[in-house]
Structure formats: structure tokens, C-alpha cells
């Protein structure tokens, strides 16, 4: 039996090999698919996060910007998830490990200590977002994908600038 085992084993590696060869964009394909999934989950996270922002922020600054998040964001999961299907990419029902453990930890905050770790949490989010579209951008096999990633940048960017500002104090204190 440990002789089969081994030999199904080869073969598997055999035509998984042969179908990188033959199929030279699957790899690519995938990391397009990752890309989209994780484009989904963030956008699940940042609409729940914008609801939490709305509800908790001190500022009136923080409470426009989670308004925002929540509406921006759930306009890109419909174009996203619009376009997952088609491409028969499964559709994600929730956020990452790692973004509700930072929900978890923001739920937990009032006052001005929630503005700082809300502006904070977004800061860091919408900088790992922007590198994540542009590399799609760059790098992405799937033209539609990468159109996508093009045609969202811009608000990712916009959502950026504003997190500085209200962290800079400069806006809605």
C-alpha cells in the first residue's frame, strides 16, 4: 500500500507539472483569483469597519470618513464580486482572521483613543491596499482583473489622503 501511495503521489506531481507546461498562465490565474478574493475580504472589512467608524467615532471627521469607507467599499465589492463570478472565482462571506481581530480590537474602544486607532488601523490598511493594486496592476495576468485594480486605485488613494489628514488633526476635530 505504501508503494501505491507513493506512486499516485508521483503521478499527481507528474500532471500538476505537466499542467504548468502546458497551461503556463494557471499560476498566474491564481494569484489573479487570490488577488480578487483578498480585494473582497478587505472590502467586507473596511464596510464593516466604516459602520463602526460611523457609529463610534468622536469626530465628526472620523464619523464622515466611516460613512464613506462603508459606501465607497461596498459599491468596489459589488464591481469585484461582479467580476469573480464571471471569472468562477467563489465569492468570500467574510473578512480575514486578521481584519476581524482588528475589528475585535477597535470594538472595544470609545473616545478619542477609538478616533486614533481607527485613523491609525486605516492609514496602514489603505497603504497595504494601494501596493497590493498596483503590483496587480503590474503583474496581473487577467487584463480584467488589472483594469479593476486601475479603475479602483484612485479611491483607495483618496480614502489614503483623507486617513492623513484626520490623522494630522487637520480635518473634522
Not at 21 to 29: E, K, M, N, R, S
Not at 89 to 117: C, I, N, W
Not at 122 to 131: C, P
Amino acid at each position: 500500500m505504501n508503494a501505491m501511495l507513493k506512486k499516485l503521489i508521483a503521478g499527481v506531481l507528474a500532471a500538476v507539472g505537466w499542467l504548468t507546461l502546458v497551461l503556463p498562465g494557471a499560476a498566474q490565474q491564481n494569484e489573479d483569483a487570490k488577488f480578487l478574493m483578498d480585494a473582497m475580504r478587505s472590502d467586507l472589512a473596511e464596510m464593516r469597519l466604516g459602520e463602526l467608524g460611523t457609529q463610534r467615532g468622536q469626530s465628526e471627521g472620523v464619523r464622515h470618513f466611516g460613512h464613506m469607507l462603508s459606501a465607497d467599499h461596498g459599491s468596489s465589492m459589488k464591481d469585484t464580486s461582479d467580476l469573480a463570478k464571471s471569472l468562477k472565482v467563489a465569492v468570500p462571506t467574510e473578512a480575514s482572521a486578521s481584519d476581524q481581530k482588528e475589528y475585535e480590537s477597535l470594538v472595544r474602544l470609545s473616545g478619542d483613543e477609538f478616533d486614533k486607532a481607527f485613523i491609525d488601523a486605516m492609514v496602514k490598511g489603505h497603504r497595504d491596499a494601494i501596493s497590493k493594486f498596483k503590483k496587480e496592476m503590474e503583474d496581473g495576468d487577467d487584463p480584467e482583473v488589472a483594469s479593476l485594480a486601475r479603475e479602483t486605485l484612485p479611491k483607495l488613494e483618496e480614502h489614503l489622503a483623507m486617513a492623513l489628514a484626520l490623522q494630522a488633526g487637520k480635518s473634522g476635530s
